[in-house]
Every structure is written in C-alpha cells, then in structure tokens.
C-alpha cells in the first residue's frame, strides 16, 4: 500500500485594494516594485522592457502587466466604494515555511 501525502491548504481572500503593487525581479536580483494604481505618462508604458541596472531585457509576457494596469485602474473606484464586490483568492500551503 502506497502512502500519500496531503498538503493541507488555507484560502486567503485579498480585497482588489490590497492587490495594488505588482513587483518585478530581474535575473541579476533587482526587485523593482510598482503601483498598479499608478498611470503611466502618456509617452510611457506601466510595464518596464528592461532592467534599469544591468539592462537585461524583460520577458516580452511582462508587457501584459500593462493591460493589467489598465484593468486595475479601472475597477480602483469600484473597489474603494465597495471593497467586497471583487476579490482574489491565493492558497496558502500549511507546510509553507514562513
Ligand atoms: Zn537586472
């Protein structure tokens, strides 16, 4: 008889609000963290395309946090009116190590 292993999972609800920032890491260990709230200039984008320390370029899937931004700006006076009308779901394994 085989032996299984079960993962006990938690849900954490997160409110739209508490999801503002979204963080990027390069491969050289730069974090580069930004406001999902924030609009871009308009001759700007919200996502990078490169690392601004060693100019390694992003992933070109990185430029989806643009419509992301979009998105989120868009449903921020919703949420701030009504905090409970949209939120997110993450699984939190018991075995997670803090
Ligand atoms: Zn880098």
Not at 3 to 13: G, H, N, S
Not at 36 to 49: G, T, W, Y
Not at 54 to 67: A, K, P, W
Request: proline content about 4%.
């Amino acid at each position: 008889m085989r032996a299984t292993m079960l993962a006990m999972y938690k849900e954490r609800v997160i409110s739209l609000l508490d999801l503002r920032w979204v963080c990027i890491t390069c491969k050289c260990g730069t974090s580069i963290t930004m406001d999902l709230s924030r609009k871009p200039r308009q001759d700007a984008n919200f996502a990078p395309v490169m690392c601004q320390v060693c100019g390694e370029l992003f992933d070109t899937s990185i430029r989806n946090l643009n419509d992301l931004n979009v998105a989120f700006r868009a449903m921020l006076e919703l949420a701030k009116g009504s905090p409970d009308t949209v939120t997110f779901i993450s699984r939190v394994s018991d075995d997670a190590k803090p």
